[in-house]
């Protein structure tokens, strides 16, 4: 299962707000429609994002519309993953938009599959395994980054269990990673945000992996309660890894100065359709934190196990 797809002349994606409850595909017709699938988060993960946005300047291109209009469209919508501005660049370069966006399509399938190789000799047998948002292959196009280590190690023979916070606001932990541990039988358990920190200084948590939407020096940016998780790991000597391809490294910023996405503060205040704030809340929601590289044990890549920035 695929979460991004090129049939006949068209861009299908599951549609990730649906998940769990349902599995439905979103159709992109034209670059127009690719731009509100990751505005709405119909589809998101940096990789996923990245080829998203490679298809969606290749659509222009067919369609015989201005191209250069539509990358800077592309790219301006979301700010913070380094994988869809390398991607609209990439693919801009190319003499072929939609034979390279189909190249790095591939790509992200091997990519993912060497990033789970790498980082499964990090997993002992009997390892309890905390993740935070989903960094699955609901986040790329296949396999998985920090989820992909784990069904490496899984497939390695490895026991483990893996342990999802639910990620608010938008729940990417409880309703993706559960749901995408369930679907290949990997024991799974699904806790609260604020109960990481518990679980960790009761000695619950062996190892933590998350994944990533930009490595700069100085740090990972990554989605919002990443930094909380960091810290109580760092207090309570849990190894705090990172999972990326080299396409989410930035080495041409500090992790501090890049722009961390503001969304809406309904995502706060709503929850399930149901309002879970007094009426005239003010909220406010940003995407992503960034943890400093001190937090960080290593960051798994294809290319192996770096040292952050």
């Not at 067919?62 to 869809?84: C, F, H, M, Q, Y």
């Not at 390892?127 to 980054?145: F, R």
């Not at 990417?172 to 749901?179: E, F, K, M, N, T």
């Not at 400093?292 to 290593?298: E, F, K, R």
Request: contains cysteine; hydrophobic residues 45%.
């Amino acid at each position: 299962m695929k979460t991004i797809e090129w049939k006949d002349g068209e861009l299908v994606l599951i549609d990730q707000r649906k998940l769990p409850d349902s599995l439905e595909y979103f159709r992109c017709r034209d670059y127009r429609d690719v731009i509100y699938a990751i505005k709405n988060m119909v589809v998101r993960g940096a990789p996923a994002i990245g080829v998203t946005a490679a298809f969606g300047v290749a659509m222009a291109e067919l369609a015989g519309e201005d191209v250069e209009v539509a990358a800077e469209e592309i790219k301006a919508s979301r700010p913070t993953a380094v994988n869809l501005f390398w991607a609209v660049d990439r693919v801009m370069k190319s003499e072929s938009p939609l034979d390279e966006a189909i190249t790095m399509y591939m790509e992200d399938m091997e990519t993912n599959r060497a990033i789970g190789r790498h980082g499964a000799g990090l997993i002992e047998d009997g390892d309890t395994v905390l993740t935070h948002c989903n960094a699955g292959a609901l986040a790329c196009v296949d396999y998985g980054t920090a989820l992909g280590v784990i069904r490496a190690a899984w497939d390695d023979g490895k026991r483990l269990t893996v342990i999802c916070d639910e990620t608010r606001p938008v729940g990417q932990g409880a309703r993706l990673s559960v749901w995408e541990m369930q679907q290949e039988g990997i024991p799974v358990k699904l806790i609260t945000d604020v109960a990481a920190g518990y679980l960790m200084q009761t000695g619950m948590i062996d190892k933590v992996i998350i994944g990533a939407d930009r490595i700069a020096e100085g740090g990972v940016a990554n989605k919002i309660g990443s930094l909380m998780v960091a810290l109580a790991a760092k207090r309570f000597n849990v190894p705090f890894y990172v999972a990326a391809p080299m396409s989410t490294f930035d080495t041409e910023n500090s992790i501090y100065d890049i722009e961390i996405e503001e969304r809406d503060p309904a995502e706060v205040l709503y929850y399930g359709g149901c309002r879970i704030a007094p009426q005239d809340t003010e909220a406010i929601n940003p995407a992503f934190d960034i943890v400093p590289s001190d937090l960080i044990s290593g960051i798994i890549t294809e290319k192996g196990i770096l040292d952050p920035l």
